[in-house]
């Protein structure tokens, strides 16, 4: 069992930055893949970003690719999602999860274990 605590989120205006942090206790976090998924009101939950085991590959949702950087410090037990630039339409309840393997990164359904997120709210 892997437990996720995200924390990091609050109101920013457009243009701005926030990082988001996920601590994670029980399983060792080396041990697995990690994501941030998101999730707006009367929207499916999107994938944002991965992160692989060692560090080596990250992978990004267009939407965000070249404003937001996934990183994670494995002595930590902790997992960042840096934004900047942000926009009006990043706006959504943001999810830490985990999960085995580098296989179908990008789907909800693919991971096992989930935070109870974290809200951003982006104003213009």
């Known amino acids: 069992q892997v437990q996720l605590v995200e924390s990091g989120g609050g109101v920013v205006q457009a243009g701005g930055s926030l990082r988001l942090s996920c601590a994670a206790s029980g399983r060792t976090l080396s041990s697995n893949v990690m994501g941030w998924f998101r999730q707006a009101p009367g929207k499916e939950r999107e994938f944002v970003a991965a992160?692989?085991?060692?560090?080596?590959?990250?992978y990004y949702a267009d939407s965000v690719k070249g404003r937001f950087t996934i990183s994670r410090d494995n002595a930590k037990n902790t997992v960042y999602l840096q934004m900047n630039s942000l926009k009006s339409e990043d706006t959504s309840l943001y999810y830490c999860?985990?999960?085995?393997?580098?296989?179908?990164?990008?789907?909800?359904?693919?991971?096992?274990?989930w935070g109870q997120g974290t809200q951003v709210t982006v104003s213009s």
């Open positions: 999860t985990a999960k085995g393997a580098w296989i179908s990164i990008t789907l909800s359904s693919s991971y096992e274990f």
């Open positions: 992160i692989s085991r060692n560090v080596a590959v990250t």
